[in-house]
């Protein structure tokens, strides 16, 4: 059951296909090199200053909750390959996709030419983000 908080919550149940927003977790996920193609690296003359973005606002939010919250509503310690993905379907044409793997301790988004795979289910369920009652009365 997810409790209201100021954070994050990965709520289950038993039907993810009709979420718009939800999440799988895996576990025993194996790190597969896939290579990496190029690298990119931001000009030097860049002066622009960084607009808002769902992507990175939801990214570094997430990844935040996952390594310094309680965000699942039920008994789980994270172990080395865990794999979490989370999809939001209201956001863009196509939707957002993250995915995170806990690797040395924490959380990690997966870097450019890495992937997880062969990773048995553990969870799924719908994201939640409920506001703490203090912020619902006022």
Not at 53 to 60: E, L, M
Not at 90 to 99: K, N, P, S, T, W
Not at 105 to 133: A, H
């Amino acid at each position: 059951m997810c409790t209201p908080g100021p954070h994050f919550k990965f709520c289950t149940c038993s039907d993810t296909s009709h979420l718009r927003d939800y999440w799988v977790l895996t576990t025993g996920n194996k790190e597969v090199d896939t290579g990496v193609v190029g690298s990119i690296s931001m000009p030097s003359d860049l002066s622009e200053p960084e607009h808002f973005s769902n992507d990175s606002f939801f990214h570094a939010r997430i990844s935040f909750d996952l390594n310094n919250s309680q965000v699942f509503d039920f008994a789980y310690e994270p172990k080395e390959g865990d794999k979490i993905e989370v999809h939001f379907k209201e956001f863009e044409e196509d939707g957002l996709e993250m995915v995170w793997v806990y690797l040395n301790g924490e959380f990690q988004s997966l870097g450019m030419g890495v992937d997880y795979v062969e990773g048995t289910s553990l969870e799924r369920g719908k994201v939640c983000f409920v506001p703490s009652p203090a912020k619902l009365q006022s």
